[in-house]
Nanobody
Framework: QVQLVESGGGLVQPGGSLRLSCAGS????????IGWFRQAPGKEREGVSC????????YYADSVKGRFTLSRDNAKNTVYLQMNSLTPEDTGVYYC?????????????????????WGQGTQVTVSS
């Protein structure tokens, strides 16, 4: 079965760093675009970052650009999100999602083409 599992979340102080992992099973992640999303309490889910193979596109939301870095390790069938200089506004549940292709619409939101596969999420809390 197609499955995505996020890990690496936790509690971190402002200015700290975390690295999130998204491990795939049942399919090859390199065949899909991988997006990272987050949802804070009372807020809409937002796209944070994504990487596509089909169109060689990497995207970062303005709110995280320069602080977050997305990378792939195809040998481990895993995608990582390195998060640096974290602030309380980065708090939320972080999800990874595989899609045939991710696109960026005018609002800056990420939208998928084709099928989507979502993980269960990992909690990130940035607090002093």
């Amino acid at each position: 079965q197609v499955q995505l599992v996020e890990s690496g979340g936790g509690l971190v102080q402002p200015g700290g760093s975390l690295r999130l992992s998204c491990a795939g099973s049942g399919f090859t992640l390199d065949d899909y675009g991988i997006g990272w999303f987050r949802q804070a309490p009372g807020k809409e889910r937002e796209g944070v970052s994504c990487i596509n193979t089909r169109d060689d596109m990497t995207y970062y939301a303005d709110s995280v650009k320069g602080r977050f870095t997305l990378s792939r390790d195809n040998a481990k069938n895993t995608v990582y999100l390195q998060m640096n200089s974290l602030t309380p506004e980065d708090t939320g549940v972080y999800y990874c999602a595989a899609a045939d292709l991710w696109t960026v619409v005018a609002s800056g939101a990420l939208r998928s083409l084709g099928n989507e596969y979502w993980g269960q999420g990992t909690q990130v809390t940035v607090s002093s």
